[in-house]
Protein backbone atom coordinates (compact mmCIF):
# COMPACT_ATOMS: atom_id res chain seq x y z
CA UNK A 1 0.00 0.00 0.00
CA UNK A 2 1.89 3.01 -1.23
CA UNK A 3 1.07 6.33 1.27
CA UNK A 4 3.77 8.23 -0.58
CA UNK A 5 3.22 11.96 -2.37
CA UNK A 6 3.96 12.34 -5.77
CA UNK A 7 5.33 15.16 -7.29
CA UNK A 8 3.11 15.92 -9.66
CA UNK A 9 4.06 18.30 -13.05
CA UNK A 10 0.69 20.30 -14.16
CA UNK A 11 2.06 21.68 -17.36
CA UNK A 12 0.79 25.09 -18.60
CA UNK A 13 -2.88 23.76 -19.75
CA UNK A 14 -3.64 21.88 -17.04
CA UNK A 15 -3.39 24.95 -14.95
CA UNK A 16 -5.25 26.88 -17.47
CA UNK A 17 -7.87 25.18 -19.76
CA UNK A 18 -7.99 22.22 -18.07
CA UNK A 19 -7.78 23.66 -14.59
CA UNK A 20 -10.17 20.94 -13.40
CA UNK A 21 -7.64 17.98 -14.60
CA UNK A 22 -5.28 19.47 -11.82
CA UNK A 23 -7.87 20.05 -9.26
CA UNK A 24 -9.89 16.72 -9.70
CA UNK A 25 -6.65 14.86 -9.61
CA UNK A 26 -5.37 16.67 -6.39
CA UNK A 27 -8.75 15.87 -4.32
CA UNK A 28 -8.71 12.30 -5.54
CA UNK A 29 -5.50 10.95 -4.57
CA UNK A 30 -5.95 13.00 -1.21
CA UNK A 31 -9.09 10.95 -1.10
CA UNK A 32 -7.66 7.95 -2.03
CA UNK A 33 -4.54 8.46 0.80
CA UNK A 34 -1.72 10.01 -0.76
CA UNK A 35 -1.33 13.19 -2.15
CA UNK A 36 0.17 15.13 -4.92
CA UNK A 37 3.39 18.11 -4.41
CA UNK A 38 3.56 20.05 -7.02
CA UNK A 39 6.97 20.32 -9.00
CA UNK A 40 8.28 24.03 -7.76
CA UNK A 41 8.98 26.63 -10.59
CA UNK A 42 8.60 23.99 -13.18
CA UNK A 43 8.90 25.43 -16.69
CA UNK A 44 7.52 24.83 -20.09
CA UNK A 45 7.34 21.43 -21.25
CA UNK A 46 8.08 22.63 -25.03
CA UNK A 47 5.22 20.80 -26.23
CA UNK A 48 5.30 19.58 -30.05
CA UNK A 49 6.14 23.03 -30.86
CA UNK A 50 9.84 23.80 -29.78
CA UNK A 51 11.23 20.27 -31.37
CA UNK A 52 10.07 22.09 -34.65
CA UNK A 53 12.50 24.60 -33.79
CA UNK A 54 15.18 23.46 -31.81
CA UNK A 55 15.27 19.98 -30.64
CA UNK A 56 18.10 20.06 -28.13
CA UNK A 57 16.25 22.72 -26.72
CA UNK A 58 13.38 21.33 -26.12
CA UNK A 59 14.98 18.06 -24.37
CA UNK A 60 16.46 21.04 -22.01
CA UNK A 61 13.75 22.25 -21.15
CA UNK A 62 12.44 18.90 -19.69
CA UNK A 63 15.71 18.27 -18.58
CA UNK A 64 15.44 21.49 -16.62
CA UNK A 65 12.03 19.81 -14.82
CA UNK A 66 13.70 16.94 -14.53
CA UNK A 67 16.42 17.66 -12.47
CA UNK A 68 14.20 19.80 -10.17
CA UNK A 69 12.13 16.60 -9.40
CA UNK A 70 15.41 14.84 -8.77
CA UNK A 71 16.13 16.76 -5.84
CA UNK A 72 12.77 15.31 -4.01
CA UNK A 73 13.95 11.89 -4.46
CA UNK A 74 14.87 10.17 -1.47
CA UNK A 75 18.34 9.14 -1.84
CA UNK A 76 18.09 5.45 -2.47
CA UNK A 77 15.78 5.11 -4.76
CA UNK A 78 13.78 6.80 -8.06
CA UNK A 79 11.33 9.71 -7.92
CA UNK A 80 8.19 8.97 -9.59
CA UNK A 81 6.94 12.27 -11.68
CA UNK A 82 3.47 12.64 -12.68
CA UNK A 83 2.93 14.16 -15.88
CA UNK A 84 -1.01 14.72 -16.33
CA UNK A 85 -1.48 16.61 -19.57
CA UNK A 86 -0.19 13.78 -22.48
CA UNK A 87 1.85 16.50 -24.31
CA UNK A 88 3.89 16.97 -21.40
CA UNK A 89 3.94 13.07 -20.38
CA UNK A 90 5.71 12.63 -23.66
CA UNK A 91 7.92 15.56 -23.76
CA UNK A 92 9.08 14.11 -20.68
CA UNK A 93 9.54 10.75 -21.17
CA UNK A 94 11.10 11.59 -24.46
CA UNK A 95 13.64 13.93 -22.89
CA UNK A 96 14.14 10.88 -19.71
CA UNK A 97 15.01 8.54 -22.99
CA UNK A 98 17.56 10.66 -24.46
CA UNK A 99 19.52 11.52 -20.92
CA UNK A 100 19.36 7.79 -20.06
CA UNK A 101 20.79 7.21 -23.11
CA UNK A 102 24.29 9.10 -22.31
CA UNK A 103 25.03 9.97 -25.88
CA UNK A 104 26.26 13.22 -27.10
CA UNK A 105 23.10 14.81 -26.78
CA UNK A 106 22.69 13.95 -23.19
CA UNK A 107 26.07 15.50 -22.48
CA UNK A 108 25.28 18.40 -24.31
CA UNK A 109 21.90 19.10 -22.42
CA UNK A 110 23.86 18.29 -18.77
CA UNK A 111 26.09 21.12 -19.81
CA UNK A 112 23.42 23.45 -20.29
CA UNK A 113 21.85 21.92 -16.75
CA UNK A 114 25.36 22.48 -15.08
CA UNK A 115 25.27 26.34 -16.41
CA UNK A 116 22.46 27.02 -14.10
CA UNK A 117 23.14 24.61 -10.97
CA UNK A 118 21.43 21.79 -11.82
CA UNK A 119 22.37 18.23 -12.69
CA UNK A 120 20.74 15.11 -13.71
CA UNK A 121 21.79 11.62 -12.77
CA UNK A 122 18.66 9.92 -14.46
CA UNK A 123 16.73 8.89 -10.72
CA UNK A 124 13.35 9.80 -11.80
CA UNK A 125 10.42 8.05 -14.08
CA UNK A 126 8.08 9.54 -16.02
CA UNK A 127 4.46 8.27 -15.31
CA UNK A 128 0.90 8.74 -15.88
CA UNK A 129 -1.25 9.14 -13.42
CA UNK A 130 -3.38 6.76 -14.75
CA UNK A 131 -0.98 4.37 -14.63
CA UNK A 132 -0.66 5.54 -10.80
CA UNK A 133 -3.86 5.04 -9.97
CA UNK A 134 -4.42 1.77 -11.87
CA UNK A 135 -0.64 0.08 -10.86
CA UNK A 136 0.39 1.61 -7.49
CA UNK A 137 -2.77 2.57 -5.55
CA UNK A 138 -4.87 -0.54 -7.27
CA UNK A 139 -8.25 -0.88 -8.24
CA UNK A 140 -9.24 -2.66 -4.84
CA UNK A 141 -9.00 0.29 -3.09
CA UNK A 142 -10.43 2.49 -5.58
CA UNK A 143 -13.71 0.32 -5.15
CA UNK A 144 -13.48 0.81 -1.32
CA UNK A 145 -13.93 4.37 -1.40
CA UNK A 146 -16.69 4.59 -3.91
CA UNK A 147 -19.40 5.53 -1.75
CA UNK A 148 -22.01 6.34 -4.53
CA UNK A 149 -21.64 3.96 -7.70
CA UNK A 150 -22.60 5.31 -11.33
CA UNK A 151 -24.63 2.76 -12.07
CA UNK A 152 -25.84 2.38 -15.95
CA UNK A 153 -23.90 5.78 -16.70
CA UNK A 154 -22.11 4.60 -19.98
CA UNK A 155 -18.95 6.68 -20.61
CA UNK A 156 -16.76 6.47 -23.71
CA UNK A 157 -13.08 6.64 -22.60
CA UNK A 158 -11.28 8.89 -24.91
CA UNK A 159 -7.29 8.21 -24.46
CA UNK A 160 -6.16 10.78 -27.07
CA UNK A 161 -2.74 10.26 -29.10
CA UNK A 162 0.32 10.46 -26.73
CA UNK A 163 -0.47 8.87 -24.04
CA UNK A 164 0.29 5.50 -25.62
CA UNK A 165 2.27 6.98 -28.76
CA UNK A 166 4.90 6.58 -29.52
CA UNK A 167 6.41 5.48 -25.88
CA UNK A 168 3.32 2.31 -24.54
CA UNK A 169 4.75 2.17 -20.88
CA UNK A 170 1.92 0.97 -19.49
CA UNK A 171 -1.13 0.31 -22.02
CA UNK A 172 -1.73 -1.20 -25.31
CA UNK A 173 -1.12 0.66 -28.04
CA UNK A 174 -4.06 -0.14 -30.10
CA UNK A 175 -6.41 -0.48 -27.48
CA UNK A 176 -6.05 0.91 -24.27
CA UNK A 177 -7.97 -0.31 -21.36
CA UNK A 178 -6.72 1.41 -18.47
CA UNK A 179 -9.17 3.70 -18.02
CA UNK A 180 -11.94 1.64 -19.38
CA UNK A 181 -11.02 -0.11 -16.02
CA UNK A 182 -10.93 2.69 -13.61
CA UNK A 183 -14.43 3.42 -14.94
CA UNK A 184 -15.57 0.27 -14.53
CA UNK A 185 -14.25 0.08 -10.85
CA UNK A 186 -16.50 2.80 -9.73
CA UNK A 187 -19.62 0.99 -11.39
CA UNK A 188 -19.87 3.22 -14.62
CA UNK A 189 -19.93 1.01 -17.80
CA UNK A 190 -17.52 1.80 -20.32
CA UNK A 191 -18.29 1.62 -23.97
CA UNK A 192 -16.26 -0.66 -26.60
CA UNK A 193 -15.42 1.81 -29.59
CA UNK A 194 -12.88 2.09 -32.17
CA UNK A 195 -11.82 5.18 -31.82
CA UNK A 196 -9.84 5.38 -28.40
CA UNK A 197 -6.90 6.59 -29.26
CA UNK A 198 -7.72 8.93 -33.03
CA UNK A 199 -6.50 12.40 -32.82
CA UNK A 200 -8.92 14.94 -31.79
CA UNK A 201 -7.75 17.56 -33.56
CA UNK A 202 -6.65 19.02 -30.35
CA UNK A 203 -2.86 19.07 -31.73
CA UNK A 204 -1.19 19.00 -28.64
CA UNK A 205 0.26 22.63 -29.30
CA UNK A 206 -1.08 25.22 -26.43
CA UNK A 207 -4.99 24.58 -26.13
CA UNK A 208 -7.77 26.81 -26.85
CA UNK A 209 -6.45 28.81 -30.33
CA UNK A 210 -5.92 24.94 -31.76
CA UNK A 211 -9.59 25.74 -33.41
CA UNK A 212 -8.44 28.74 -34.97
CA UNK A 213 -5.10 26.86 -36.28
CA UNK A 214 -7.37 24.41 -38.60
CA UNK A 215 -10.77 24.85 -37.93
CA UNK A 216 -12.23 22.40 -40.89
CA UNK A 217 -9.72 19.53 -39.62
CA UNK A 218 -10.15 20.08 -35.86
CA UNK A 219 -14.08 20.29 -36.83
CA UNK A 220 -14.22 17.34 -38.94
CA UNK A 221 -11.50 15.46 -36.49
CA UNK A 222 -13.72 15.77 -33.31
CA UNK A 223 -16.88 15.21 -34.38
CA UNK A 224 -15.89 11.69 -36.27
CA UNK A 225 -15.18 11.62 -32.15
CA UNK A 226 -18.58 12.47 -30.75
CA UNK A 227 -20.65 11.01 -32.94
CA UNK A 228 -19.04 7.83 -32.72
CA UNK A 229 -19.90 8.02 -29.15
CA UNK A 230 -23.06 9.61 -28.99
CA UNK A 231 -24.50 6.50 -31.70
CA UNK A 232 -22.71 3.95 -29.39
CA UNK A 233 -24.91 5.61 -26.50
CA UNK A 234 -22.26 7.20 -24.68
CA UNK A 235 -23.64 9.48 -21.53
CA UNK A 236 -20.19 10.75 -21.41
CA UNK A 237 -16.75 11.34 -22.58
CA UNK A 238 -14.04 10.72 -20.54
CA UNK A 239 -10.54 12.52 -21.43
CA UNK A 240 -7.21 12.47 -19.88
CA UNK A 241 -5.98 15.84 -21.67
CA UNK A 242 -6.52 19.14 -21.34
CA UNK A 243 -6.51 19.64 -24.87
CA UNK A 244 -8.82 16.66 -25.82
CA UNK A 245 -11.41 17.79 -22.87
CA UNK A 246 -11.58 21.42 -24.47
CA UNK A 247 -11.53 20.35 -27.91
CA UNK A 248 -14.30 18.09 -27.13
CA UNK A 249 -16.23 20.24 -24.77
CA UNK A 250 -15.90 23.77 -26.48
CA UNK A 251 -17.40 23.35 -30.02
CA UNK A 252 -19.97 21.10 -30.16
CA UNK A 253 -23.01 24.16 -30.84
CA UNK A 254 -20.47 25.21 -34.06
CA UNK A 255 -20.61 21.36 -34.99
CA UNK A 256 -24.05 20.74 -34.56
CA UNK A 257 -24.92 23.66 -37.09
CA UNK A 258 -21.66 22.84 -39.32
CA UNK A 259 -23.19 18.84 -39.94
CA UNK A 260 -26.55 19.17 -38.94
CA UNK A 261 -26.38 16.28 -36.01
CA UNK A 262 -27.77 17.82 -32.20
CA UNK A 263 -24.53 16.99 -29.95
CA UNK A 264 -24.83 17.70 -26.26
CA UNK A 265 -22.45 15.40 -24.45
CA UNK A 266 -20.52 16.41 -21.61
CA UNK A 267 -16.99 15.73 -22.36
CA UNK A 268 -14.66 15.48 -18.45
CA UNK A 269 -11.84 14.39 -17.46
CA UNK A 270 -11.98 10.63 -15.83
CA UNK A 271 -10.01 11.64 -12.31
CA UNK A 272 -13.65 13.82 -11.93
CA UNK A 273 -15.71 10.51 -12.40
CA UNK A 274 -14.04 8.75 -9.98
CA UNK A 275 -14.33 11.80 -8.04
CA UNK A 276 -17.78 12.11 -8.35
CA UNK A 277 -17.96 8.45 -7.86
CA UNK A 278 -16.34 8.82 -4.70
CA UNK A 279 -18.78 11.55 -2.83
CA UNK A 280 -15.88 14.51 -3.14
CA UNK A 281 -17.28 17.67 -3.53
CA UNK A 282 -18.19 19.15 -6.79
CA UNK A 283 -16.18 22.16 -6.52
CA UNK A 284 -13.07 20.80 -5.56
CA UNK A 285 -13.73 18.48 -8.54
CA UNK A 286 -13.98 21.59 -10.67
CA UNK A 287 -17.33 20.66 -11.98
CA UNK A 288 -18.20 24.15 -11.98
CA UNK A 289 -15.45 24.93 -14.71
CA UNK A 290 -17.16 22.31 -17.24
CA UNK A 291 -19.21 23.82 -20.37
CA UNK A 292 -21.48 20.73 -19.90
CA UNK A 293 -22.09 18.53 -17.25
CA UNK A 294 -24.86 16.46 -16.28
CA UNK A 295 -25.65 12.76 -15.51
CA UNK A 296 -28.63 10.93 -17.26
CA UNK A 297 -32.08 10.57 -16.16
CA UNK A 298 -31.96 6.86 -16.85
CA UNK A 299 -32.69 3.91 -14.25
CA UNK A 300 -34.27 5.55 -11.36
CA UNK A 301 -32.44 4.94 -8.59
CA UNK A 302 -33.76 4.70 -5.23
CA UNK A 303 -33.44 8.06 -2.77
CA UNK A 304 -29.94 7.58 -1.55
CA UNK A 305 -26.89 6.74 -3.69
CA UNK A 306 -26.86 6.27 -7.02
CA UNK A 307 -26.64 8.62 -9.86
CA UNK A 308 -29.81 10.42 -8.79
CA UNK A 309 -27.85 11.38 -5.56
CA UNK A 310 -26.20 14.54 -7.43
CA UNK A 311 -27.71 17.71 -5.21
CA UNK B 1 10.72 25.47 -58.82
CA UNK B 2 8.45 26.06 -56.37
CA UNK B 3 5.48 25.05 -55.87
CA UNK B 4 2.57 27.90 -55.62
CA UNK B 5 0.72 28.85 -52.92
CA UNK B 6 -1.90 26.98 -51.72
CA UNK B 7 -4.55 29.63 -50.72
CA UNK B 8 -6.40 28.94 -47.01
CA UNK B 9 -9.29 28.45 -48.70
CA UNK B 10 -8.21 25.70 -51.07
CA UNK B 11 -6.98 23.36 -48.25
CA UNK B 12 -9.76 24.65 -45.39
CA UNK B 13 -12.35 23.49 -47.22
CA UNK B 14 -11.01 19.91 -47.56
CA UNK B 15 -10.47 19.72 -51.23
CA UNK B 16 -6.84 19.86 -51.08
CA UNK B 17 -5.05 19.65 -54.15
CA UNK B 18 -3.19 16.12 -54.12
CA UNK B 19 -0.89 17.21 -56.17
CA UNK B 20 0.32 20.68 -54.71
CA UNK B 21 0.22 21.66 -58.21
CA UNK B 22 -1.52 24.77 -57.42
CA UNK B 23 -5.39 26.68 -56.87
CA UNK B 24 -7.96 24.07 -56.72
CA UNK B 25 -9.89 24.38 -60.24
CA UNK B 26 -13.97 24.73 -60.02
CA UNK B 27 -15.63 21.79 -60.08
CA UNK B 28 -16.44 19.84 -63.13
CA UNK B 29 -14.37 21.81 -65.22
CA UNK B 30 -12.40 19.72 -67.72
CA UNK B 31 -10.12 22.36 -69.28
CA UNK B 32 -8.02 22.50 -66.01
CA UNK B 33 -6.98 18.87 -68.09
CA UNK B 34 -5.98 20.05 -71.22
CA UNK B 35 -2.79 22.11 -71.86
CA UNK B 36 -4.13 22.86 -75.60
CA UNK B 37 -7.36 25.02 -75.14
CA UNK B 38 -7.61 28.59 -75.82
CA UNK B 39 -9.75 29.73 -72.76
CA UNK B 40 -8.38 27.54 -70.14
CA UNK B 41 -8.64 28.30 -66.31
CA UNK B 42 -4.88 27.24 -65.02
CA UNK B 43 -1.76 25.35 -67.30
CA UNK B 44 -1.02 21.79 -66.74
CA UNK B 45 2.21 22.58 -65.16
CA UNK B 46 5.22 20.24 -65.98
CA UNK B 47 6.27 18.33 -63.11
CA UNK B 48 9.10 16.41 -64.14
CA UNK B 49 12.34 17.33 -62.65
CA UNK B 50 15.73 17.85 -64.37
CA UNK B 51 18.33 16.17 -62.65
CA UNK B 52 20.58 19.62 -61.73
CA UNK B 53 17.03 20.85 -60.03
CA UNK B 54 17.16 17.85 -57.73
CA UNK B 55 19.24 17.60 -54.30
CA UNK B 56 19.91 13.66 -54.27
CA UNK B 57 21.42 14.09 -50.42
CA UNK B 58 18.54 15.65 -49.30
CA UNK B 59 16.89 12.44 -47.70
CA UNK B 60 20.35 11.85 -46.08
CA UNK B 61 20.44 14.98 -44.43
CA UNK B 62 16.63 14.44 -42.97
CA UNK B 63 17.78 11.08 -41.62
CA UNK B 64 20.87 12.94 -39.92
CA UNK B 65 18.55 14.96 -38.16
CA UNK B 66 16.50 11.83 -36.67
CA UNK B 67 17.15 9.37 -34.32
CA UNK B 68 17.00 6.33 -36.59
CA UNK B 69 16.70 8.84 -39.21
CA UNK B 70 18.32 5.74 -41.66
CA UNK B 71 15.28 3.78 -42.09
CA UNK B 72 13.98 6.60 -44.45
CA UNK B 73 16.12 4.56 -46.67
CA UNK B 74 13.93 1.49 -46.53
CA UNK B 75 10.32 2.93 -46.75
CA UNK B 76 8.72 0.71 -48.80
CA UNK B 77 6.04 3.04 -50.32
CA UNK B 78 3.04 0.95 -48.87
CA UNK B 79 0.87 4.30 -47.78
CA UNK B 80 0.35 3.16 -44.61
CA UNK B 81 0.88 6.13 -42.77
CA UNK B 82 -1.06 8.17 -45.12
CA UNK B 83 -3.74 6.01 -44.52
CA UNK B 84 -2.98 6.16 -40.82
CA UNK B 85 -2.81 9.99 -40.69
CA UNK B 86 -6.01 11.54 -39.39
CA UNK B 87 -5.25 15.22 -41.39
CA UNK B 88 -3.83 13.51 -44.76
CA UNK B 89 -6.58 14.87 -46.51
CA UNK B 90 -5.55 18.17 -45.71
CA UNK B 91 -1.92 17.73 -46.61
CA UNK B 92 -0.62 18.64 -49.90
CA UNK B 93 1.85 15.73 -50.36
CA UNK B 94 0.48 13.17 -48.11
CA UNK B 95 3.27 11.41 -45.85
CA UNK B 96 4.46 8.53 -48.43
CA UNK B 97 4.76 11.16 -50.98
CA UNK B 98 6.48 13.10 -49.11
CA UNK B 99 8.85 10.13 -47.97
CA UNK B 100 9.08 9.48 -52.09
CA UNK B 101 10.18 13.04 -52.75
CA UNK B 102 12.52 13.69 -49.97
CA UNK B 103 14.44 10.17 -51.92
CA UNK B 104 14.23 11.54 -54.93
CA UNK B 105 15.31 14.93 -53.39
CA UNK B 106 12.94 17.47 -54.70
CA UNK B 107 14.36 19.52 -51.68
CA UNK B 108 12.22 22.84 -52.67
CA UNK B 109 8.67 21.03 -52.81
CA UNK B 110 8.99 19.37 -49.87
CA UNK B 111 10.67 22.28 -47.81
CA UNK B 112 7.53 24.58 -49.25
CA UNK B 113 5.17 21.86 -48.23
CA UNK B 114 2.66 22.60 -46.11
CA UNK B 115 2.52 18.72 -45.11
CA UNK B 116 5.06 19.03 -41.95
CA UNK B 117 2.98 21.91 -40.63
CA UNK B 118 -0.76 20.46 -40.90
CA UNK B 119 0.97 17.19 -38.78
CA UNK B 120 -1.12 17.38 -35.44
CA UNK B 121 1.95 15.22 -33.99
CA UNK B 122 0.06 12.31 -33.19
CA UNK B 123 2.15 9.46 -33.74
CA UNK B 124 -0.15 7.50 -35.95
CA UNK B 125 1.95 6.69 -38.81
CA UNK B 126 4.94 6.22 -36.50
CA UNK B 127 3.51 3.31 -34.80
CA UNK B 128 1.65 2.06 -37.67
CA UNK B 129 4.96 2.07 -40.37
CA UNK B 130 6.11 -1.51 -41.27
CA UNK B 131 9.32 -0.28 -41.37
CA UNK B 132 9.66 1.88 -38.28
CA UNK B 133 10.52 4.96 -39.98
CA UNK B 134 9.95 7.54 -36.80
CA UNK B 135 7.53 9.68 -39.67
CA UNK B 136 6.47 12.06 -36.89
CA UNK B 137 9.85 13.17 -36.10
CA UNK B 138 11.28 14.02 -39.74
CA UNK B 139 8.50 15.85 -39.95
CA UNK B 140 9.67 17.86 -37.24
CA UNK B 141 12.74 18.14 -38.78
CA UNK B 142 11.38 19.20 -41.95
CA UNK B 143 9.99 22.06 -39.80
CA UNK B 144 13.42 22.75 -38.43
CA UNK B 145 14.82 23.04 -41.72
CA UNK B 146 12.20 24.94 -43.36
CA UNK B 147 12.30 27.49 -40.55
CA UNK B 148 16.17 27.88 -40.80
CA UNK B 149 16.05 28.10 -44.63
CA UNK B 150 12.81 29.95 -44.44
CA UNK B 151 11.07 28.26 -46.80
CA UNK B 152 7.81 27.72 -44.31
CA UNK B 153 4.07 28.34 -45.47
CA UNK B 154 4.80 32.12 -44.10
CA UNK B 155 0.89 33.11 -44.04
CA UNK B 156 0.15 29.91 -42.61
CA UNK B 157 -1.40 29.26 -38.90
CA UNK B 158 0.74 26.64 -37.56
CA UNK B 159 4.18 27.93 -38.02
CA UNK B 160 2.95 31.42 -37.02
CA UNK B 161 1.69 30.04 -33.66
CA UNK B 162 4.84 27.79 -32.91
CA UNK B 163 6.76 30.68 -33.23
CA UNK B 164 4.43 32.75 -31.08
CA UNK B 165 4.76 29.69 -28.56
CA UNK B 166 8.43 29.62 -28.34
CA UNK B 167 8.96 33.33 -28.13
CA UNK B 168 6.39 33.44 -24.95
CA UNK B 169 8.32 30.26 -23.99
CA UNK B 170 11.71 31.73 -23.92
CA UNK B 171 10.63 35.11 -22.50
CA UNK B 172 8.34 33.84 -19.59
CA UNK B 173 9.02 29.46 -18.99
CA UNK B 174 5.46 28.55 -19.18
CA UNK B 175 2.62 29.40 -22.15
CA UNK B 176 -0.72 31.64 -21.58
CA UNK B 177 -3.03 30.44 -23.40
CA UNK B 178 -5.32 33.11 -24.24
CA UNK B 179 -1.83 35.81 -25.69
CA UNK B 180 -1.03 32.85 -27.89
CA UNK B 181 -4.65 32.95 -29.34
CA UNK B 182 -4.96 36.17 -29.90
CA UNK B 183 -1.60 36.74 -30.91
CA UNK B 184 -1.90 34.12 -33.55
CA UNK B 185 -5.38 35.43 -34.56
CA UNK B 186 -4.02 39.24 -34.72
CA UNK B 187 -1.36 37.70 -37.25
CA UNK B 188 -3.33 35.11 -39.52
CA UNK B 189 -6.96 36.18 -38.79
CA UNK B 190 -8.44 38.91 -36.94
CA UNK B 191 -12.14 37.69 -37.68
CA UNK B 192 -11.33 34.48 -36.05
CA UNK B 193 -10.70 36.90 -33.38
CA UNK B 194 -14.46 38.08 -32.66
CA UNK B 195 -15.84 34.65 -33.79
CA UNK B 196 -14.28 32.94 -31.06
CA UNK B 197 -14.61 36.08 -28.41
CA UNK B 198 -17.38 34.54 -26.93
CA UNK B 199 -15.88 30.86 -25.52
CA UNK B 200 -12.93 32.88 -24.56
CA UNK B 201 -15.21 35.01 -22.26
CA UNK B 202 -17.06 31.70 -21.17
CA UNK B 203 -13.65 30.22 -19.97
CA UNK B 204 -12.40 33.45 -18.40
CA UNK B 205 -15.70 33.40 -16.20
CA UNK B 206 -15.27 30.19 -15.47
CA UNK B 207 -11.39 30.56 -14.37
CA UNK B 208 -9.89 28.44 -17.12
CA UNK B 209 -8.64 31.36 -18.41
CA UNK B 210 -6.84 34.80 -17.93
CA UNK B 211 -4.80 37.42 -19.52
CA UNK B 212 -2.81 37.87 -16.66
CA UNK B 213 0.83 35.97 -18.24
CA UNK B 214 2.02 32.99 -16.62
CA UNK B 215 6.00 33.32 -15.60
CA UNK B 216 8.35 31.04 -13.76
CA UNK B 217 10.59 32.44 -11.23
CA UNK B 218 13.83 31.89 -12.79
CA UNK B 219 13.47 33.61 -16.10
CA UNK B 220 17.34 34.49 -16.89
CA UNK B 221 18.49 31.06 -15.51
CA UNK B 222 15.97 29.62 -18.12
CA UNK B 223 17.55 31.90 -21.10
CA UNK B 224 20.57 31.37 -20.21
CA UNK B 225 20.42 27.25 -20.03
CA UNK B 226 19.02 27.99 -23.59
CA UNK B 227 21.32 29.82 -24.65
CA UNK B 228 23.83 27.15 -23.29
CA UNK B 229 22.12 24.36 -25.36
CA UNK B 230 22.26 26.34 -28.69
CA UNK B 231 26.05 27.38 -28.54
Known sequence: ?311 | MLPPKLSEASWAGGAADRRGTGDVAPAGSRRTQTNGSRKRWRPVKDQSKFEAQLDPGFAAEIAAEVEHGERLHQCIQCGTCSSACPVSAYMDLTPRRLIAMSRAGARDDVLHSFTPWVCTSCYACTIECPKQIPITEIMHALRRISLQEKSYPRRFTTPVMTKAFVDMIHDRGRSTESWISMKLYLRTNPAQLIKNAWIGQRLMRQGRMGLRRESIHDRQKLRTMLEAVSS
Open chain 1, 1 to 311: MSTQRYVYYPGCSATGVGRGFTESLDAVFEHLGTGLDELEDWNCCGATAWPSVDEDQAFALSARNLALAEDRAPDDGPVDVLASCTGCYRALLKAEHVLNEAGPKAEKIGGALEAIGLDYEGRTRVRHPIDILLNEIGLDRIREAVVRPLTGLKVACYYGCLLVRPFATFDDQHNPTSMDRLVAAVGAEPIDWPLKTRCCGGSCYCGGPVIGAMPEATMQLSYALLREATKRGADMIATICPLCQFNLEGFQGRMSKRFGRPLDVPSVFVSQILGIAMGIDEKRLGIQRLLRWQLPDREPVPAEGGVHARA
